[in-house]
């Protein structure tokens, strides 16, 4: 069993992720914003991150710099469905600040639940942050 945060401002979407990651028999805690999410690694051992990316106080993208400046080994998902930027754009910046993986939403049980278990299932990746190049 795992210990995953899901950080996402939407009340509905951390309750479907809970749910999906629970049948996965993951235990969970969830996260309003970066905040917050800090809050929770700085408490107890977790082994991944579901984190949106478009958040109230502190958003994905700055949670994820700063996530990976604490803790290098977690890993981390970033996931969105696009805003003013596309969400493709959006995501491939999570990868470049240290995001292990994306995912697209809607939540899907099927990809959702299988991009969870192969990244549990893979040894974490160094992510080489690549900030000049992104700048």
Do not use: W
Request: glycine content about 6%.
């Amino acid at each position: 069993m795992a210990v995953i945060v899901v950080v996402d401002d939407d009340p509905t979407i951390q309750m479907i992720a809970s749910e999906l990651l629970r049948e996965g028999n993951h235990a969970v805690v969830c996260a309003a914003d970066g905040n917050e999410a800090l809050r929770v690694l700085a408490s107890m051992p977790v082994d991944l991150v579901v984190m949106d990316m478009l958040m109230p106080n502190k958003d994905g993208l700055e949670t994820i710099i700063e996530a990976r400046e604490l803790y290098p080994d977690l890993r981390i998902l970033a996931i969105s469905s696009g805003g003013r930027v596309g969400v493709g754009d959006l995501l491939r910046m999570a990868r470049i600040f240290g995001a292990d993986d994306t995912y697209v939403k809607p939540l899907r049980l099927d990809t959702f639940a299988a991009t969870i278990d192969r990244m549990l299932a893979e040894p974490r990746q160094a992510v080489d942050i690549m900030v000049a190049e992104a700048t």
